[in-house]
């Protein structure tokens, strides 16, 4: 049982470039979360979705676009990089409402836009 | 959403009690209150969760007092891999209104 696993561990990107971040669960959990950490602050939720085909807009949704095809996994996609979206990226998941109930994160995605 | 204030960073030494306050002030009546915790590049993980009163798991004891506008999180006898820093989260049904706040880093010392 692997929980929560994201692809790449570390990205370099030059500015405009674009990008896919890959998350994965095998917890059949159905709800699924992106978030995005700057240094010495707080998670912020970018995107999250609350079953298969669904996609909702969090926090800071701008610049981000998300998909939702299959149950297990949830992709992130930037479609022109720019510099403050450098930040670590935390994908979650939770068997029910994040509120109520525990989500469980994955390593994280270090990303830097030059 | 539910906005938490957190003490910015905290310090103590290994063996003592370490209490960690979190104010949501505007928490709504199904609002529940989660901490997690996070090392160095590592996600969050979760330690403890409450509704009103007083829960205890083997880790940690979370504090709410009865206007539920502010929350305590009681971790006992502390160790040296307790340094990390600690979320209060506040949120409710609709996996969007959950509000992680800045955090309080909590360094523990020999």
């Known amino acids: 049982n692997a929980g929560v696993t994201q692809t790449p561990k570390f990205r370099v990107l030059k500015t405009g470039q674009s990008m896919t971040l890959l998350c994965a669960q095998d917890?059949?959990?159905?709800?699924m979360y992106w978030y995005r950490q700057d240094p010495g602050m707080g998670l912020r939720l970018i995107h999250y979705?609350?079953?298969?085909?669904?996609?909702a807009k969090g926090e800071v949704p701008d610049g981000y676009n998300v998909s939702r095809l299959k149950k297990q996994n949830f992709l992130l996609g930037l479609e022109s990089a720019a510099p403050s979206q450098t930040s670590v990226y935390f994908c979650?998941?939770?068997?029910?409402?994040?509120?109520?109930?525990?989500?469980?994160f994955g390593p994280g995605t270090r990303l830097l836009v030059l | 959403l539910a906005k938490t204030t957190q003490p910015i960073s905290m310090d103590s030494y290994e063996g003592q009690e370490v209490n960690i306050t979190c104010s949501h002030n505007?928490?709504?009546?199904?609002?529940?209150i989660t901490w997690y915790q996070q090392f160095p590049s590592q996600g969050p993980r979760f330690i403890i969760q409450?509704?009103?009163t007083k829960v205890t798991n083997e880790v940690a004891s979370l504090f709410i007092p009865a206007d539920r506008k502010s929350s305590t999180l009681s971790l006992p006898r502390v160790s040296l891999s307790d340094t990390a820093v600690y979320y209060c989260?506040?949120?409710?049904?609709?996996?969007?209104?959950?509000?992680f706040g800045d955090g309080t880093t909590l360094t523990v010392k020999p």
């Open positions: 979650a998941s939770s068997y029910g409402l994040a509120g109520v109930e525990t989500q469980y």
């Open positions: 917890m059949n959990h159905e709800y």
């Open positions: 979705s609350v079953g298969e085909g669904t996609t």
């Open positions: 505007n928490i709504a009546t199904n609002d529940y």
């Open positions: 409450g509704y009103k």
């Open positions: 989260l506040v949120g409710g049904p609709g996996a969007g209104k959950s509000t």
